[in-house]
Nanobody, 127 residues
């Protein structure tokens, strides 16, 4: 079993920055491929960013490319999402997710491919 816990959410003005953290426990963290997703009210959960085992490969949704950065520290069992130049449309609950198995250096972008999810953290961007 894998437990994921997000932190770092909150209220920020448009143009501001936040960094989300996701702490993992339960299995060797370096074996997980990780991702961040978000879900706005009335909308489906959508992909935001993904990272491979080593952190050597990352992938982003077009809507956040150039503004968000995913990274991981395997020694700390933590994955991060640095969010800059935030926009009101970034307002959502943000979830981290983990998947075990599969090709280590291939990013995972689909919701159904992830095995474990955190409880989510709210990000609200005011205009």
């Amino acid at each position: 079993q894998v437990q994921l816990e997000e932190s770092g959410g909150g209220l920020v003005q448009a143009g501001g920055s936040l960094r989300l953290s996701c702490a993992a426990s339960g299995r060797p963290f370096s074996r997980y491929r990780m991702g961040w997703f978000r879900q706005a009210p009335g909308m489906e959960r959508e992909f935001v960013a993904a990272i491979t085992w080593s952190g050597g490969s990352t992938y982003y949704a077009d809507s956040v490319k150039g503004r968000f950065t995913i990274s991981r520290d395997n020694a700390k069992n933590t994955v991060y999402l640095q969010m800059n130049s935030l926009k009101p449309e970034d307002t959502a609950v943000y979830y981290c997710a983990a998947t075990i198995g599969g090709p280590r250096e291939v990013v995972v972008t689909t919701t159904s491919s992830y095995d474990y999810w955190g409880q989510g953290t709210q990000i609200t961007v005011s205009s």
